[in-house]
C-alpha cells in the first residue's frame, strides 16, 4: 500500500499536538523523525521531541538517522514504539551496515539504509537483498524545504529493479516530496515522506489522501 508519511521536521511547534491529532484522523499510520548530529550532517534535529505525544495518539515513528555513528542511535531508540529505523550506508562498511540491520530487525523493528542523491546505489546491491526498506533521499540530507533533486530518479529506478525479484522490499523517498511529484512518482514508490509541503497544506490534506487513495 502506498502511504504518505508526514515529516515532523516541518510541523509547527506551537501546534504540534493539534497537528498530530490531525495526521491520526487521516489514518496515516507513520511520521517520519529526522534524527541529525550536527556531524554527519551540519544541523542537528529531533531526539526525543513528541515521542510521547506519538504513543499517546498510536501513531509510530519511522526513524530517518542521519548521525555519523548509527550502532549508538539505535539503541537510543530500541524501545520508543518505532515502526522502522533507518540509517545512512555511508555511514559505515556493507559489512557493518548488514549487522546494523540484523541488529534493528531483532528489536522488532523493520531496518532500511539510505543513500544520498550523489551516491551511486548500485554499490549497494549487496545489501539490498538485505534490507526491508530503501530510503532514497532526493534532496541532501540535513535541511527540510529543498528543491528535489532529478539525479536521484536514478537510484530510484536501480531500486524498482531490485523489487523486481524482491517484491517485499518497500522504497522510500525523502526530499522536495510534493503533490506533483507524489502523483508522478506514484507507481515507483511505496512511501513519500512530505515535511514542508503536507505541514504547509495541512488543512486541505484530507482532500489531497482521498485523491491519492483513488490512484491505488
Ligand atoms: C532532510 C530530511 C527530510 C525532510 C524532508 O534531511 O531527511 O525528511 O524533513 O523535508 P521536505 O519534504 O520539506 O523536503
Ligand atoms: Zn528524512
Redesign the pocket.
Known amino acids: 500500500m502506498k502511504l504518505i508519511e508526514p ?1 515532523l ?2 510541523i509547527n511547534k506551537e501546534k504540534a499536538f493539534d497537528q498530530l491529532k490531525m495526521v491520526k484522523a487521516f489514518k496515516l499510520p507513520y511520521v ?1 523523525y ?1 534524527v ?1 548530529d550536527g556531524k554527519f ?1 551540519p544541523p542537528t534535529a529531533l531526539t526525543t521531541e513528541y515521542l510521547k505525544d506519538l504513543q499517546m495518539l498510536g501513531i509510530k515513528p519511522n526513524i ?1 538517522l ?1 548521525v555519523a555513528n548509527p550502532d549508538e542511535w539505535i539503541e537510543k531508540y530500541k524501545d520508543c514504539n518505532a515502526n522502522s529505523i533507518t540509517f545512512h550506508a555511508e555511514s559505515q562498511s556493507i559489512e557493518e551496515s548488514k549487522v546494523l540491520l540484523d541488529k534493528i530487525r531483532s528489536y522488532g523493528m523493520l531496518a532500511g539504509f539510505s543513500v544520498k542523491p550523489s551516491t551511486d546505489l548500485n554499490q549497494y546491491k549487496e545489501l539490498l537483498q538485505h534490507t526491508d526498506i530503501i530510503l532514497i ?1 532526493s ?8 528543491g528535489f533533486i532529478e539525479k536521484a530518479l536514478d537510484n530510484l529506478a536501480i531500486a524498482n529493479e531490485a523489487k523486481k525479484a524482491k517484491h517485499n522490499l518497500i522504497i522510500q523517498i ?4 510534493n503533490y506533483e511529484y507524489i502523483r508522478k512518482l506514484y507507481n515507483q514508490v511505496d512511501w513519500f ?6 505541514f504547509k497544506n495541512i488543512d486541505h490534506m484530507g482532500q489531497y489522501l482521498d485523491e491519492f487513495r483513488k490512484l491505488n
Do not use: R
Request: negative net charge.
Open positions: 515529516s521536521l516541518s517520519h529526522d541529525m550532517v530517518h542521519m533521499m534532496v541532501e540530507p540535513g535541511w527540510a524545504g529543498q525523502d526530499g522536495g516530496i515522506v512530505t515535511g514542508s509541503w503536507f
